[in-house]
């Protein structure tokens, strides 16, 4: 049975910093390609950063230099470190894993979390 449970959201104002965490069971996340989505009201889920199994990174282009990606693969926990937060990055915030789907649209990941939410104001 796989599990991904995410935390870390929080409302915080503009400029500051949050560090999502996603951990997993069921699954190894050194093992599967790992994604962070985020959606907001009325809009589309779209990709925000993800982690190959690999080890390489991609990042939207509204999050380069702001957002970092990261693993803990002892602890099996995928990260989201968030900085230099804008009121635009506020939405429900999501991991997701898929053994063959890289930087892929989210109807091809296989796995989910329940999100949490990031508020910016």
């Known amino acids: 049975h796989v599990q991904l449970v995410e935390s870390g959201g929080d409302s915080v104002q503009a400029g500051g910093s949050l560090r999502l965490s996603c951990v997993a069971s069921?699954?190894?996340?050194?093992?599967?390609?790992m994604t962070w989505f985020r959606q907001a009201p009325a809009k589309e889920r779209e990709r925000v950063a993800g982690?190959?199994?690999?080890?390489?990174?991609q990042y939207a282009d509204s999050v380069k230099g702001r957002f970092t990606i990261s693993k803990d693969n002892a602890k099996n926990i995928l990260y989201l470190q968030m900085d230099s937060l804008q009121p635009e990055d506020t939405a429900m915030y999501y991991c997701?894993?898929?053994?063959?789907?890289?930087?892929?649209?989210?109807?091809?990941?296989?796995?989910w979390g329940q999100g949490t939410q990031v508020t910016v104001s």
């Open positions: 069921g699954i190894t996340v050194s093992s599967y390609h």
């Open positions: 997701a894993a898929d053994r063959s789907a890289w930087w892929a649209r989210a109807t091809a990941m296989s796995y």
């Open positions: 982690l190959a199994r690999s080890g390489s990174t």
